[in-house]
T-cell receptor, first 112, second 117 residues
């Protein structure tokens, strides 16, 4: 069945370092890959997304890369700050299914 | 624009009872999805509604049901509650989902935290 694997489950980095979270999806029909950030006790918020016709997308300190052949996509956060501490979820969706398959989340801790 | 609103924020129920959760989407959004969030399991898709029609359903037992009203507001119901139903239930809305070859961005509510005792 459809599945998204996300690694690592927890990640601790020093402030200013980079963080990378990786996801692998199983459904080759997936064509949309969003990333959500969920701070403690708050709602998941979309931070960046990428469609299957693009290999990389950047937004300030955040970037996402997609390798369709390997069915991998990754979130890169540079110059991490304490406010980046949160749980990050990747997801995959395919047109016309109206559902997102989420990874199990990565708890990122940025140490000051 | 007001965001996605879910009520109530917290619920405590006992096994065997039933519960109804409510979701008001962002104004103009006609698609509403529901997800169950549990520690370590991420977000699991429950169902999606558009124009009062369920377009997709996840792998949950029939005790989980939902509906959407003509104003796009949605409710989900869980009957005969079990301890394992304790979770954060998140509602998300998007514009239409009818883009055909494109998916719409999802905007989440704050969720309803359900505890089953």
């Amino acid at each position: 069945g459809e599945n998204v694997e996300q690694h690592p489950s927890t990640l601790s980095v020093q402030e200013g370092d980079s963080a990378v979270i990786k996801c692998t999806y199983s459904d080759s029909a997936s064509n949309y890959f969003p990333w959500y950030k969920q701070e403690l006790g708050k709602r998941p918020q979309l931070i960046i997304d990428i469609r299957s016709n693009v290999g990389e997308k950047k937004d300030q300190r955040i970037a996402v890369t997609l390798n369709k052949t390997a069915k991998h996509f990754s979130l890169h956060i540079t110059e991490t700050q304490p406010e980046d501490s949160a749980v990050y979820f990747c997801a995959a969706a395919s047109s016309g299914t109206y559902k997102y398959i989420f990874g199990t989340g990565t708890r990122l801790k940025v140490l000051a | 624009k007001a965001g996605v609103t879910q009520t109530p924020r917290y619920l405590i129920k006992t096994r065997g009872q039933q519960v109804t959760l409510s979701c008001s989407p962002i104004s103009g959004h006609r698609s509403v999805s529901w997800y169950q969030q549990t520690p370590g399991q991420g977000l699991q898709f429950l169902f999606e509604y558009f124009s009062e029609t369920q377009r997709n359903k996840g792998n949950f037992p029939g005790r989980f049901s939902g509906r959407q009203f003509s104003n796009s507001r949605s409710e989900m119901n869980v009957s005969t509650l079990e301890l394992g139903d304790s979770a954060l239930y998140l509602c998300a809305s998007s514009f239409s989902g009818t883009g055909g070859h494109t998916n719409e961005k999802l905007f989440f509510g704050s969720g309803t935290q359900l505890s089953v005792l």
